[in-house]
């Protein structure tokens, strides 16, 4: 018996030595040095899962700076210029307010605290860079969030600011030293720091300029005045590059802008066809003809292109006082298609008013009182939205499927773009706001009207918006 104890417990140490050894031989094998063929087969596997790992963060990485970028672009926007852009086409990719909710507004008294105290006949708002530009007869420099003012520019009573553009760092206006646009003596083309609108430069041109609106672009400011004569100016310097005279007796249509071609319309004989109305395409760098398109002649209306054309996607659109709006080829200036969108018993029936263009539409004001959205492709009148005998004849903004416009004496509308349907509107007669970073900026036209310490003048609209206007 117990020499069977003496054994089992041998045996016993018999077995725990032979794991012990065998767990050792395992340890030792881990532990062997990977023949070299074996280490370069590791080696490059592990090198080409580092580099798809190092691929997929590159993309990530990519896609959230893409995402970033694309954000950004969608949240902040800019309107340099009347119409919204170069091609004027009064479109925005800016987010656009669905309720007349007040981020910021500038009253009577507002105004007076400033130092202002002139007239309120608010020319066309920009905004660049997150900063608004109005010049009701001084240059204000507003912040786009908060309506705070950055500087102000005081030209004195002999200033009247017509229009506005920005871009290369420096707001451009151009200004007439006198009112009565009958009779105006020759203008000025100015250049202010956009920073801090200390004044950089100044061109005087030939006659005043009663109603076109300077266009940046390519470098350039593209501005035509009252002798019927076009002007490109050097953006940096205020040197001429270019002067062009039209076949014109006025210029009141402002230039567009695209692919390297300047698009104006001019006003001709207003009552008699001795000299007609055209729209010229103008090579940007020198000025130099590339065609130019004659407006349909009506005994007794008005013949001329008032209108600011519109361009996009080689398509010029541009309305003319007579009552016909035409849509012509960018490339040779052939016709497209036209459509007589008034035809009333006065002789200034049409629009001078520039088109949105969106949405496969084209969507335009009328002197007799119509708002119309008409079909790019052909001209057709999808809806339209009767205003009465209210002048409808402002320049429409269009974003986020929505439609901002204003007729004279009433209100200021948001529409559908869809379908004319009436979001919300309020009561500020013919304005052409302005849009960018999802703010809408609206003058009061009706302001002088009833002017009292608490009349709105300025006001900016969004959905972040708290306040109500009338409050």
Known sequence: MKKTIIFGIVFLILIIFIIGCTKQ????????????EKAAEGNVEKKAEENVSQKILEKTAENIINDSEKAKKETQTNWPMFHGNEARTGFSISKAPSKPNVVWKWTFDDFMKAGYNRNFEMPWIIVNNNNALIAPGDIFSLSLK?????WMYVGGYEFYPRGLAAGDGKVFVSANTGDNIHNLPPAWIYALDESTGKLLWKYQTKKGISHALPLFADGRVFIGDDSGAMYALDAGTGNLIWKKQLDAEVIHSSA???????????????RSNAMPSYLYALKASDGSELWKFKVDYIQGKLNLIH????????????GSENGYFYAVSADNGELIWKNLIASGSEELIGTSAAAALGYGKVFIGTYEGKFLAMDQKDGKII????????????????ADNKVYFGAEGGHFYSFDADNGEVI??????????????GILIVHNALAE???????????AFSDEGKDSLWQ
Not at 25 to 36: A, D, H, W, Y
Not at 449 to 459: A, V
Request: aromatic share 10%.
């Open 25 to 36: 031989i395992e340890e030792k094998k881990e532990t062997l040095p990977t023949p070299p």
């Open 146 to 150: 908060t309506g705070e003012k950055i």
């Open 256 to 270: 567009a802008f695209d692919n390297g071609v300047i698009f104006v319309g001019t006003e001709g004989s207003a």
């Open 307 to 318: 209108s600011t054309p519109s361009v996009l996607d080689g398509v010029v659109y541009v």
């Open 383 to 398: 809806w339209e939205y009767n205003f009465g005998k209210a002048n409808a004849d402002s320049s429409p903004v269009l």
């Open 424 to 437: 919300w509107k309020e009561k500020f007669g013919k304005s052409s706001a302005a849009l960018a970073s």
């Open 449 to 459: 009207d009833n002017l009292n310490p608490n009349t709105p003048i300025i006001i």
